[in-house]
Each structure stands twice: as structure tokens, then as C-alpha cells.
């Protein structure tokens, strides 16, 4: 595929279990970032990939968010004890710049997660 | 005070109206600027870069004032398809990577 693809696209989990959110940016972008949406808000920085290496994880909200990238491709976002607050949308973003000056991000569709 | 601040609207326009949004932002080493579009239950998509100089594409009209940093997006001759959330971008060389989003500018372009 040409976009940005990630999975699963829905998710509902019951509080307190874990989630994992998967991004396959476009082939050859080597900056990949992590957005969150709720509902009628803007989009909050969680954290930004060069490569395999995340110099910015200035937003994530709490030690139970982790996210990691292998291979300077496919990266994972977990979520470790869901809680209510935790729903959103997850939008992941790539993009061929990374140094400072970032160029066009694309996003993918997201994954919408509802933790009851 | 947030980094990048919008009023939210709703702007609601007939069609074939101008509107124009404004956007400002806090920090004075911004280096570069864009205009992303969000349609409802979608993800954001690029409208348009922000160029020093101001730059136009189409209908639309992208302008930037450094001095007092705000950006501004004008949209002439509004169509039905203009509706949508408008995003303002901005980003910072100190933070590598980091684009900062404003809330976003809601248009509604009613017949």
C-alpha cells in the first residue's frame, strides 16, 4: 500500500488491560510520529521516531505508554493498564524529513480506542 | 497558554463567501508553518505550506506575519466541499520533529 496503514483500526478493551497499536509508515520515510485525538479536540504529541531512535517522548502522558520502532520501519505504541481516559484516536504520521525543519506528514486513519 | 492557538469557529458561510482564520503561535524560533485540512472522523491531510512571502493555491491564500506571529488562511469562494476542521502547523528546529497542532477552525459552508 502507498499510505500509512495501521492496525487495528477499532479497539475495545475493558480497563486495566493492555493494548498494542501498530504503524507501517510509507516505504523510506524515516520519521515517524505518534498523535493523539479525543473527541472534538486537537492532536497531542506522544512521540516522534528518527529511525529507530525517539528523540522526543516529551509527550507521553504516563509511564504506561511506551513506544518503540525496529528496523526504521514498522512501529508499535503500547498502552500498559488501560484507563477511560485513554480513549481516543491514535493517529500515526510519516514523513521523509526528521531534522528539525519537518516537511508533509500523512497520517494513517487511526486506530480508535475505547477502553470501558 | 497553549503554543498554537485557534478560534475554534464554527464558522458557518454561505457558499461563494470569503472567510478567512487566523492562527498565532507563542514561540518566536518557529521556523515553519503549514495549513492541514481534518474532515469529520478523518485524519488530517495537508492543505498548504506557509511561505515567508505568502503564497496562494487556487482559491486559497496562505499568509504569515513574523513580527507578530500569526498565520492566516483566506478561502475565497467558498464550495460545500470547503467544510471541514482547518489545522494550523507549526514547528520549531529546537524541538526536532515535533509539529505542533492548534485545535483547529471548524468551517461549515452552507447553500
Known amino acids: 500500500g502507498a499510505g500509512v496503514s495501521q492496525s487495528p483500526s477499532n479497539k475495545v478493551t475493558e480497563k486495566g488491560k493492555d493494548v498494542e497499536l501498530r504503524c507501517d509508515p510509507i516505504?523510506?520515510?524515516?520519521?515517524l510520529y505518534w498523535y493523539r485525538q479525543s473527541l472534538g479536540q486537537g492532536l497531542e504529541f506522544l512521540i516522534y521516531?528518527?529511525?529507530?531512535?525517539?528523540?522526543?517522548k516529551s509527550g507521553l502522558p504516563s509511564d504506561r505508554f511506551s513506544a518503540e520502532r525496529t528496523g526504521g520501519s514498522v512501529s508499535t505504541l503500547t498502552i500498559q493498564r488501560t484507563q477511560q481516559e485513554d480513549s481516543a484516536v491514535y493517529l500515526c504520521?510519516?514523513?521523509?524529513?526528521?531534522?528539525?525543519?519537518?516537511?508533509?506528514?500523512?497520517f494513517g486513519e487511526g486506530s480508535r480506542l475505547t477502553v470501558l | 497558554r497553549k503554543e498554537v492557538e485557534q478560534d475554534p469557529g464554527p464558522f458557518n458561510v454561505p457558499e461563494g463567501a470569503t472567510v478567512a482564520f487566523n492562527c498565532t503561535y507563542s514561540?518566536?524560533?518557529?521556523?515553519?508553518f503549514f495549513w492541514y485540512r481534518q474532515d469529520c472522523r478523518k485524519e488530517p491531510k495537508l492543505l498548504m505550506s506557509?511561505?515567508?512571502s505568502g503564497n496562494e493555491d487556487g482559491r486559497f491564500t496562505a499568509q504569515l506575519n513574523r513580527a507578530s506571529q500569526y498565520i492566516s488562511l483566506l478561502i475565497r469562494d467558498s464550495k460545500l466541499s470547503d467544510s471541514a476542521t482547518y489545522l494550523c502547523?507549526?514547528?520549531?528546529?529546537?524541538?526536532?520533529?515535533?509539529?505542533?497542532f492548534g485545535d483547529g477552525t471548524t468551517l461549515t459552508v452552507k447553500p
Open positions: 504520521a510519516s514523513s521523509l524529513e526528521g531534522t528539525g525543519i519537518a516537511g508533509e506528514l500523512f
Open positions: 502547523v507549526v514547528n520549531i528546529t529546537t524541538n526536532a520533529g515535533k509539529s505542533t
Open positions: 506557509v511561505y515567508s
Open positions: 521516531f528518527q529511525g529507530n531512535s525517539a528523540p522526543d
Open positions: 516505504s523510506g520515510h524515516t520519521a
Open positions: 514561540n518566536s524560533a518557529s521556523q515553519s
